[in-house]
């Protein structure tokens, strides 16, 4: 197996109704998806896009609006999308005043971004923006790598199980949340091996001298 390759993950999506005090939650799960990925440079940028795609939802569709973020790239573009039901109520980039109220989240998103648009399709809407990705980034880290592309794909279906924890800051936030569903997977992985009635033990044995072996053989 050739590590060095690219492996493209499948989207990330995350259904919500949408409400401000979900902005925050939302962007912290984000940042956690894109940290998996590698995407470390655009975190900030998608981040606060994203809270200010969900926050439209909330200003000019309204609360409590079903409702789901999107973020997907191919290597070279990371796209961030929210989907919503209203097809009528279209976001629009201010040019007047710094005090009007209406467009200036777009005006961010305009400005942050590489680019942005609202796809139409029957009864809903998708209101997204692109970020370029510089390849530089992951071939310095040397990654993401298949394994980790996998394990990203895994721990998606992790993401939301953690307690909430919104007294801690959100440095501390990301990485407990990223622990933890860590944990939850190789939890659950060591059940499945009891179940079947394996060695445990050689099992953990086993997949640390894998790890060990790759290790080693990535250094220069």
């Given amino acids: 197996m050739n590590d060095s390759l690219w492996q493209m993950t499948r989207p990330w999506r995350l259904p919500f109704q949408a409400a401000a005090d979900q902005v925050g939650a939302l962007r912290r799960a984000l940042r956690v998806h894109l940290e998996y990925w590698g995407l470390h440079e655009l ?5 606060l896009c994203a809270g200010e795609l969900v926050a439209n939802v909330v200003r000019h569709v309204g609360p409590d609006t079903p409702s789901t973020l999107v973020a997907s790239h191919d290597g ?12 009528r109520a279209l976001p629009t980039l201010a040019c007047g005043s710094l005090e009007a109220e209406d467009g200036r989240g777009m005006a961010l998103v305009d400005a942050m971004s590489d680019r942005w648009g609202v796809e139409l399709a029957g009864d809903r809407k998708v209101t997204w923006c692109e970020f370029r ?4 980034w992951t071939e310095r880290r040397h990654m993401p790598l298949p394994r980790l592309a996998r394990a990203a794909d895994v721990l998606n ?14 440095g501390r936030v990301t990485a407990v949340l990223a622990e933890e569903a860590a944990i939850n997977a190789i939890t659950d992985l060591l059940y ?4 079947r009635g394996w060695d445990i033990d ?9 790890f060990e072996a790759e290790c080693e053989a990535r250094l220069p």
Wanted: no cysteine; net charge negative.
């Fill in 192 to 195: 499945w091996f009891r179940a």
């Fill in 157 to 170: 279906l992790y993401g939301g199980s953690g307690p909430s924890r919104q007294s801690v800051d959100q």
């Fill in 43 to 47: 975190v900030d940028s998608a981040e």
């Fill in 202 to 210: 050689d099992a953990l044995d086993r997949a640390q001298s894998h």
């Fill in 133 to 136: 990705i510089d390849v530089t």
């Fill in 76 to 87: 070279s573009h990371l796209r961030i999308e929210v989907h919503d039901p209203d097809a």
